[in-house]
């Protein structure tokens, strides 16, 4: 794969069904217009090629009536443009636009009734985001100053909250005149909606007290669907997600559980609560293990079925479809049946009836769609042919154990030919993330260009229990860098690998490794590309968006100990090229952090480079503008290619 298959990378969305009608949204980076293009495609469930069933710029996440006539989804006219919900007969015809909000519209959620679509959206204040105000509509450099007056003021790729917050809306799709009616105000931070069987409330996850003070804790709510104040149904135990309701009365949702700013390294877990609305909180009471199961919100809501719950599982690198009965307790991951996704990533699922369908990414394919029968599974469609064509390369798993003696686990992607190749080393983010079975675009680039590709998953990665998780709290630097360097000394084994050419990378957690690896291990290796980069926990508290409490979380509240667990203290060590390589709106980790690398390191005579990229957030390398994603790398290949 070279960067500019990266127009290659198909990425199918969370599929529909209903009867014979199987949807999903096929996203794909297009260089030329710099943004991500794609329509809904009709996929055949007893084989057959897809086909398009619309035909915007850009059309995701269809949802399709109860009634079966009509399908919901999410449109945008073109580069730039806010998605807004428009509306397709099943039988054909054009697609109707049914909001047109400033700042775009989220997921539409379909009432019991096939008219009524709920879905949230950002509000802005007047004269701001091109909003009409008392003064006209001003660019944003001439817009009013702001006050803030809370911690939670801004966040990674959505920008400053308080000035637009998200609110709920309900709109009548039957009338071509009817607006959408807001249904919520305040700081709450309203999200995910999701009907009760009579179509009378709307179910979502809110800021705890409704947001009037900073906090961590999300709870649920459910908004009455013709106006009203929002009645409390369950107090979490520490966050709520994907809230569903089930036919008998329940609530099902995903969850953590922690207290105060202890929001790391937690397993998400499946819960359940009575639906009350009656102004008394349910007791939530959860359903899967906190140290064995790990729920994945990405992979989308829980799907109640006649046989059970299904659920997205974080499984040792694989993002698994599993079962949880309706009445377990504390089910533990070998109770949950496994229905989908060994050695793979379950990316969204439905079903309907005895028929399972998922979007599965494998180590060769950026997704398909899967129809589940049984044990038995079928790819329906073959959106990565063509990257497949291009040339991908196998995951090889590695096995090995720190000096500690605790099993470390990782892959190696090998690039074609003897060798000996030279070798990266790629850290993943997070911590709490984790490199996985599917398709990483990254290793492949690199393994395309004559790199072996070494990608672990030390202590403090997500999928390995929540003990293997939670070890770096207060300890980063220790049991991690020691399960990073076992992956790799495990792989330099090979004869094919050349020891004396490897070079060291990561992102966020991983540019604070690279960071780390530099200043203590730097004989190790050639050159280091840091990339939005944690380099300082005591800057990173004060700036971040996160950064008032995940700092604490990790390193707790010693100045000393944020000090000591800060690349920057050890940047003297530092004497290799290295990379700071950084998003001029990263919010997560700001520019600061590069920033005050790059001085330090210059300043100490380190022959040390700095990479901006104008106009992105944290996300760059994963959702960033297409072209930005070709020209980073194009640049990770030209260092690498200097220095090994």
């Not at 909250?161 to 700081?187: H, M, N, W, Y």
């Not at 520490?238 to 036919?247: F, I, K, L, R």
């Not at 969850?255 to 909180?281: I, K, Q, S």
């Not at 989308?300 to 307790?329: D, F």
């Amino acid at each position: 794969m070279r960067p500019e298959d990266i127009e290659l990378l198909a990425a199918p969305g969370a599929p529909a069904m209903r009867g014979e009608l199987l949807l999903v949204g096929v996203s794909t980076p297009d260089l030329e217009a710099n943004s991500y293009r794609g329509g809904l495609r009709r996929i055949p469930i007893d084989g057959g090629e897809s086909r398009e069933f619309t035909q915007g710029f850009r059309d995701v996440a269809p949802a399709i009536s109860p009634d079966g006539s009509q399908v919901a989804f999410l449109r945008t006219t073109g580069p730039g443009v806010k998605p807004q919900v428009y509306v397709i007969p099943v039988d054909g015809g054009e697609a109707r636009q049914v909001t047109d909000l400033p700042l775009g519209a989220g997921t539409p959620v379909w009432a019991p009734d096939s008219r009524r679509i709920a879905f949230t959206a950002r509000i802005p204040d007047a004269g701001r985001y091109g909003a009409d105000g008392p003064d006209g509509t001003p660019d944003p450099p001439s817009e009013a100053p702001r006050w803030i007056d809370r911690l939670d003021y801004r966040f990674d790729d959505s920008g400053y909250l308080a000035d637009r917050p998200i609110q709920l809306f309900v709109v009548d799709s039957a009338d071509p005149d009817a607006k959408p009616v807001v249904l919520t105000e305040g700081a709450a931070e309203v999200a995910e909606p999701a009907w009760t069987p009579s179509g009378e409330h709307v179910v979502v996850r809110a800021r705890r007290d409704w947001g009037i003070e900073d906090t961590l804790n999300v709870d649920l709510w459910a908004v009455p669907a013709e106006g009203g104040s929002p009645i409390l149904l369950a107090r979490s135990a520490g966050s709520a997600n994907h809230p569903v309701v089930t036919d008998d009365g329940m609530v099902v949702y995903l969850g953590e559980a922690f207290a105060g700013t202890a929001a790391v390294a937690n397993n998400t877990g499946l819960w359940a609560v009575p639906l009350r609305l009656d102004g008394v909180p349910g007791e939530p009471r959860r359903l899967t293990d906190s140290e064995t199961v790990d729920c994945d919100v990405a992979a989308g809501k829980p799907l109640v079925t006649a046989a059970g719950v299904l659920v997205g599982v974080r499984n040792q690198g694989a993002i698994e479809l599993r079962r949880v009965a309706t009445g377990a307790a504390g089910a533990t991951l070998s109770e949950l049946t496994l229905v989908a996704g060994h050695q793979g990533m379950v990316k969204g699922f439905t079903a309907d009836g005895e028929r399972i369908v998922v979007s599965l990414s494998t180590w060769d394919s950026a997704g398909e769609v899967v129809l589940v029968t049984g044990d038995e599974t079928c790819a329906l469609t073959d959106f990565s042919g063509p990257l497949r064509a291009a040339g991908v390369r196998p995951l090889i798993e590695v096995k090995a154990s720190a000096p500690d003696g605790y099993a470390t686990h990782g892959w190696l992607v090998l690039p074609e030919g003897e060798g000996p190749h030279p070798v990266l080393l790629a850290v993943h983010g997070g911590p709490f993330m984790y490199h996985g079975w599917g398709l990483y675009d990254e290793a492949q680039v690199y393994a395309a260009a004559g790199y072996a590709v070494v990608l672990p998953n030390p202590r403090g990665s997500a999928g390995y229990g929540q003990s293997h998780g939670r070890a770096v709290i207060g300890a980063m630097g220790t049991v991690d860098v020691d399960d990073v360097l076992s992956v790799l000394d495990a792989v330099l084994e090979r004869a094919d690998l050349d020891p004396n050419r490897v070079g060291v990378m990561g992102g966020s957690y991983g540019g604070w490794m690279t960071s780390w690896l530099a200043a203590h291990h730097g004989s190790r290796f050639k050159a280091a590309w840091s990339e939005r980069a944690l380099n300082s926990w005591e800057s990173f508290e004060g700036t971040s968006d996160i950064g008032w409490w995940f700092a604490e979380a990790y390193c707790g509240t010693d100045p000393d100990a944020l000090k000591a667990m800060s690349p920057l203290t050890h940047a003297a060590k530092i004497d290799m090229p290295i990379a700071l390589v950084h998003s001029e709106h990263d919010y997560r980790c700001p520019l600061e952090q590069a920033q005050r690398m790059f001085v330090r390191l210059r300043r100490n005579g380190v022959p040390a480079e700095m990479l901006i990229f104008p106009g992105e957030g944290h996300e760059l390398t994963r959702s960033g503008q297409p072209r930005h994603r070709k020209q980073r790398f194009e640049a990770v290949l030209e260092w690498f290619g200097r220095h090994l």
